[in-house]
């Protein structure tokens, strides 16, 4: 039976799979090597159960049961101790992921379950540097986590079908929706997604229209409730390149080649909604979006 959750990474997928966990009465772990990121952490989380009582969603005392059902520790292997779930969600990057998953191996026990957070980066490469391939699945959540219904459950080669059907059913224990899918590049959510926000990229850099008149087709005539270039600021520009990037070599094929005006605006740090100016400018407390600069292949 699954209980003790362990999360990697206090990041904003981080804290909102710790936030969804403890909600749902699993003990929770988070961990981060930067103290300072755990502290904002629980910051975020106490600020989004606040803002579930005041819409009555949970009751006060609920938050704080909430609350106390998170730990935190700066030191991976204390973290991962006595966890029968570690879920990582670290950045999206394969060194680092393979580090973690490596270590984390040795540090846990040859029954705990070791599942990534990853939108794009291989679940059978992840599990080739554990003790315990079998172990190794995917857990692709939406952002954000505490509200989108969706978990993409990824099997690597190697995975079980005991522990892909643990995390289904775990999944939906915390009131999401499970999709099974096979590890190829991108799983399903990004493989059709990111062509997209790439192709818009495309669109805004070739000229044939602006920011907001791509984002208001999309939304207007596809019923899309976030055009595709505010979305890609919202997950992140330096998170859409990796996944492209992963897209492109994994198949090969020229049509996943990330646009260069997403390139350069990637050099050039803006990364979107993190730092507060991708394709829009995004100003803290207001919610007016504001057309970043002028863009073309200049």
Same mark, same amino acid.
């Given at each position: 039976m699954i209980k003790n959750i362990t999360v990697v990474?206090?990041?904003? /997928?981080?804290?909102?799979?710790?936030h969804t966990f403890a909600q749902n009465?699993?003990?929770?772990?988070?961990? #981060?090597?930067?103290?300072?990121?755990?502290?904002?952490?629980?910051?975020?989380?106490?600020?989004?159960?606040? @803002? &579930?009582?005041?819409?009555?969603?949970?009751?006060?005392? *609920?938050? &704080?049961? =909430?609350?106390?059902?998170?730990?935190?520790?700066?030191?991976?292997?204390?973290?991962?101790?006595?966890?029968?779930?570690?879920?990582?969600?670290?950045t999206e990057n394969s060194?680092?992921? %393979?580090? %973690?998953?490596? &270590?984390l191996s040795?540090?846990?026990? #040859?029954? !705990?379950?070791?599942?990534?957070? =990853?939108?794009?980066i291989s679940i059978t490469q992840i599990a080739?540097? =554990?003790?315990?391939?079998?172990?190794i699945i995917g857990m692709h959540f939406m952002n954000p986590v505490p509200i989108m219904k969706l978990v993409e459950v990824i099997k690597g080669y190697a995975t079980t079908s005991q522990v892909t059907q643990t995390i289904m059913q775990l999944s939906r224990q915390i009131n999401k929706v499970p999709v099974e899918v096979n590890d190829y590049p991108g799983f399903v959510?990004? @493989?059709?997604? /990111?062509?997209m926000i790439n192709e818009?990229?495309?669109?805004?850099?070739?000229?044939?229209?602006?920011?907001?008149?791509?984002? !208001?087709? /999309?939304?207007?005539?596809?019923?899309?409730? /976030?055009?595709?270039? *505010?979305?890609? #600021?919202f997950i992140g520009l330096d998170v859409c390149l990796a996944i492209l990037n992963v897209l492109h070599s994994g198949f090969g094929n020229p049509k996943y080649a990330p646009c260069p005006?997403?390139?350069?605006?990637?050099a050039a740090g803006q990364l979107g909604v993190k730092n507060g100016i991708g394709f829009y400018k995004y100003i803290p407390g207001d919610k007016t979006l504001f057309v970043a600069a002028k863009f073309s292949k200049a």
């Open positions: 990474g206090a990041g904003t /997928m981080g804290n909102g799979i710790a009465g699993f003990n929770v772990t988070l961990t #981060d090597i930067n103290a300072e990121a755990l502290v904002k952490a629980i910051n975020t989380i106490s600020k989004n159960l606040d @803002r &579930q009582v005041l819409k009555e969603f949970i009751t006060e005392a *609920q938050k &704080q049961e =909430t609350l106390n059902n998170i730990k935190t520790f700066t030191n991976l292997e204390d973290a991962a101790k006595n966890a029968h779930l570690i879920i990582e969600a670290a060194i680092i992921k %393979l580090n %973690l998953f490596k &270590q040795d540090f846990c026990s #040859d029954t !705990t379950i070791l599942a990534s957070n =990853t939108s794009s080739s540097v =554990t003790k315990n391939p079998g172990n959510a990004n @493989r059709i997604l /990111m062509p818009a990229i495309y669109t805004l850099f070739e000229g044939v229209a602006g920011v907001e008149e791509i984002d !208001t087709v /999309m939304k207007l005539g596809m019923a899309h409730p /976030m055009g595709p270039l *505010q979305l890609a #600021d005006l997403l390139v350069n605006m990637v």
